[in-house]
């Protein structure tokens, strides 16, 4: 690994005209959400949380890709299910924190999105994507199933797009994903859309965007409180079975499943 790759932050924070900015930008694996991308991103939230001259915070990306999901090579290494557990903790802790932080979390969105990086996107208040970018869940060709984040894709998406999507891990385009609910606007420029948004957002007063996102988000916090450890244990149950070793594995040397030949 370079010297630059190891310097670098993965998760850039900065404040621009009162919202904080936290870009993933961890181009060598596709913004994956490795063990240092979650920890540096939890802390850009805590960080935008706690400022007082922090009106929201948008959530962006370098590169063409938003997030990847889980970062396969850094989970293989290890033990699957001792690294599962530790994973999908990491996940509920993120899906959470943007939940229940009380300033808008919109997503800019101008690439790919997949697997867990689609919870993150269901999880923001507002989410704007560039017309060519792309989304799937492709847990099930890797035996497993979008366990965790269905905490927050349910909630958002319509059901029958639901159903299709977590099954077939077809990938679908940025209309599609306005059309099922898990965006809420595609644009062909989502800086411009991001940026007229943000001036929507400077309108409302602190507490009175503290109080209706506290509104919108109730049932699915209640979700989280009653269904994340269930949901947690099911996912790391499964890590460590044929079907996933050899799914991550088809997946990281680029062939069919052994079920897919």
């Known amino acids: 690994m370079s010297d630059n790759i190891t310097d670098a932050p993965f998760v850039r924070y900065e404040v621009r005209d009162g919202f904080a900015v936290l870009t993933l930008d961890s181009p060598h694996n596709r913004n994956a959400l490795s063990s240092r991308l979650v920890t540096e991103l939890l802390a850009g939230l805590e ?13 962006t990306h370098t590169g063409n890709t938003f997030c990847a999901g889980a970062d396969l090579r850094e ?26 932080l009380p300033k808008p979390v919109v997503a800019q969105i101008d690439g790919n999105v997949r697997a867990g990086g689609m919870g993150i996107v269901a999880a923001c208040d507002i989410a704007v994507a560039g017309r060519g970018s792309s989304f799937a869940l492709t847990e099930a060709r890797l035996g497993l199933a979008p366990f965790v984040i269905s905490l927050t ?61 506290k509104l919108v988000n109730a049932a699915i916090l209640a979700q989280v409180d009653q269904h994340a450890e269930t949901l947690a244990k099911r996912s790391g149950s499964f890590f460590g079975t044929a079907e996933v070793i050899e799914g991550m594995t088809a997946f990281l040397q680029k062939r069919p499943p052994s079920w897919a030949e």
């Open 153 to 213: 894709l349910l909630p958002r998406m319509d059901s029958r797009s639901a159903a299709r999507y977590f099954q077939t891990g077809e990938t679908f385009d940025a209309a599609e994903a306005e059309r099922t609910g898990l965006i809420t606007v595609a644009t062909d420029d989502p800086a411009a859309e991001v940026a007229r948004l943000r001036a929507e957002l400077r309108k409302g007063s602190p507490q009175g965007l503290a109080e209706s996102k």
């Open 47 to 59: 960080q935008a949380a706690a400022d007082p001259a922090v009106r929201a915070v948008v959530l």
């Open 75 to 100: 989970a293989v290494a290890a033990d699957p299910a001792a690294a599962a557990d530790i994973r999908t903790g990491w996940m509920v802790q993120t899906l959470r924190q943007i939940l229940e």
